[in-house]
């Protein structure tokens, strides 16, 4: 069975940094795309990020600059680094991987992200 699981979640002030990981069990399994989403509360869940097998990136426009999606396919770990974070970016975090080979979408259970003063 295909697991993802986050971690690196937590409150954080404004301006601070994050570092969010999702590692993907078993090692061996292979994700065409990975990426991160977030769902504040009232709101639907959108793309913070993601990454290709090749190394192309996107990014949502309202963390461009600020957040930077990096892989270890090695250890099939996906990150997200956060910096100048801001109030609005409080969410839940989703770590997300697609498989072309079972066309499939497979989620993490999420990671709360908190930015308060």
């Known amino acids: 069975q295909v697991q993802l699981v986050e971690s690196g979640g937590g409150l954080v002030q404004p301006g601070g940094s994050l570092r969010l ?3 993907a069990s078993p090692s061996i399994f292979r994700f065409n795309v990975r990426g991160w989403y977030r769902q504040a509360p009232g709101k639907e869940r959108e793309l913070v990020a993601r990454i290709t ?3 192309n990136t996107n990014y949502a426009d309202s963390v461009k600059g600020r957040f930077t999606i990096s892989r270890d396919n090695a250890k099939n770990t996906v990150y997200l680094q956060m910096n100048s974070l801001k109030p609005e ?3 839940v975090y989703y770590c997300q991987g697609y498989s072309a080979f079972y066309n499939n979408d497979y989620w993490g ?3 709360q992200v908190t930015v308060s003063s």
């Open 21 to 23: 990981s999702c590692a």
């Open 109 to 111: 259970q999420g990671t």
């Open 89 to 91: 970016d409080t969410a």
């Open 53 to 55: 097998s090749g190394g």
